[in-house]
C-alpha cells in the first residue's frame, strides 16, 4: 500500500514537472516570437534612419560649396575693367540729365516751337541700338559686356559730339534784338547754353577717358557731316526760340534713352521705368517695319 502511494506521487511529482517544463518552454518560445516580430518590424526603419542619417553625413553644404567657389573663382580682369568703365559712364549720363533737366526748367516751352524735326537736328536710330543682337558678334574670349561697350561707347559719343556742335552754334548766333521783351531771354539762353555745354564737356571727357581706361581707341568724328548748312546762323527772336527749344528738347530726349539703354537691358523687365521703355521701343520697332513694308 505505501509503496503503491509511493509510486503514485513520484508519477504525480514527474508529471507535474513535465507539465511545468512545457508550459515553461511555451512561454519562453512565444516570448521569443514577440521579440523577434518586433525586431523585424523595428529593423527596417532604424535601418533607414541609420542610412538616412549617413547619407546627410556624406552629403555636402551645396550653398556652402557654392559659396565657396564663387569666391574662389577667379574674376576676368578685362571684363570687370569694362563693368567698371560702363558703369562710371551710366552714372555720368545720370548726373548730365538730372543737371539738364533741372537748368531747362527756366524754359517756357510752347507747344508750337516743340513739334519741330529739321534737317540740322542729329538723329539716333536707338531702335536698331535698343534690339542689337550682342550674341551675333561673338568673339572668343570676349564678354558680352565688352562686346556692349565696344559697340555703344562710339555711338554715345558721336551723339554727344553732335549735340556739342549744335550748342556752340546757338550759343553764337547772331540775333535780331529788335523785339525789347526778347532781351530777358538772352540772358536765360545764355547761361542755359553755356553750363548745359560745360556739363557736356565734361560727360564727353569721361567716355574718352574710360575708353583709354579698357585700351580702346577714341572714334574719329567729323563733323562736315552733319547737315548745318539749315541752321541758321542770323536768327530773329522767334526764329532763335524755336531752334533753342527744338535743339533743348532733342538733347533732353537723347540724354533720357541713353540713360535707360544702360539702366534697361532687354532681360530687365520688372522694373516700371524699363518696362515704359521697352514699350516705346517695341513700338518704334512697329512701325519700322509697317514703314519698310509699306516701301516693298
Not at 549720363?93 to 529739321?118: A, C, H, I, S
Not at 559719343?157 to 556752340?168: A, D, G, N
Amino acid at each position: 500500500m505505501n509503496d503503491s502511494c509511493t509510486c503514485c506521487s513520484g508519477c504525480s511529482s514527474w508529471q507535474s514537472a513535465t507539465s511545468y517544463k512545457n508550459s515553461f518552454f511555451k512561454r519562453l518560445l512565444v516570448a521569443v516570437s514577440v521579440v523577434i516580430i518586433i525586431a523585424m518590424c523595428l529593423t527596417p526603419a532604424e535601418a533607414r534612419s541609420v542610412e538616412h542619417r549617413r547619407r546627410h553625413q556624406r552629403r555636402p553644404d551645396m550653398a556652402q560649396l557654392t559659396k565657396d567657389e564663387t569666391m574662389k573663382r577667379p574674376k576676368n580682369p578685362s571684363t570687370e575693367q569694362f563693368k567698371n568703365a560702363t558703369r562710371k559712364i551710366k552714372h555720368k549720363l545720370r548726373n548730365t540729365k538730372r543737371f539738364f533737366d533741372q537748368d531747362r526748367k527756366v524754359l517756357n516751352e510752347t507747344r508750337e516751337y516743340r513739334d519741330g524735326m529739321p534737317s540740322w537736328l542729329p538723329a539716333v536710330n536707338f531702335v536698331d541700338i535698343h534690339f542689337h543682337d550682342y550674341r551675333t558678334s561673338r568673339k572668343v574670349g570676349k564678354s558680352i559686356t565688352e562686346r556692349k561697350f565696344t559697340y555703344l561707347m562710339p555711338k554715345l559719343y558721336k551723339t554727344l559730339k553732335e549735340y556739342e556742335v549744335i550748342f556752340k552754334l546757338l550759343l553764337n548766333v547772331q540775333l535780331d534784338l529788335s523785339d525789347d521783351p526778347f532781351t530777358n531771354y538772352i540772358v536765360v539762353r545764355q547761361k542755359l547754353l553755356t553750363d548745359t555745354l560745360d556739363k557736356l564737356y565734361s560727360t564727353i571727357a569721361e567716355i574718352q577717358e574710360n575708353m583709354i581706361a579698357v585700351n580702346m581707341p577714341i572714334p574719329p568724328f567729323d563733323k562736315n557731316r552733319m547737315k548745318l548748312d539749315a541752321l541758321d546762323k542770323k536768327v530773329d527772336a522767334t526764329q532763335c526760340l524755336k531752334n533753342d527749344y527744338i535743339a533743348f528738347r532733342g538733347y533732353g530726349n537723347l540724354l533720357n534713352n541713353w540713360y535707360s539703354e544702360f539702366r534697361c537691358p532687354l532681360n530687365k523687365k520688372s522694373d516700371r521705368k524699363c518696362a515704359v521703355f521697352h514699350a516705346k521701343m517695341n513700338e518704334k520697332l512697329d512701325n519700322k517695319r509697317f514703314k519698310n513694308n509699306r516701301n516693298i
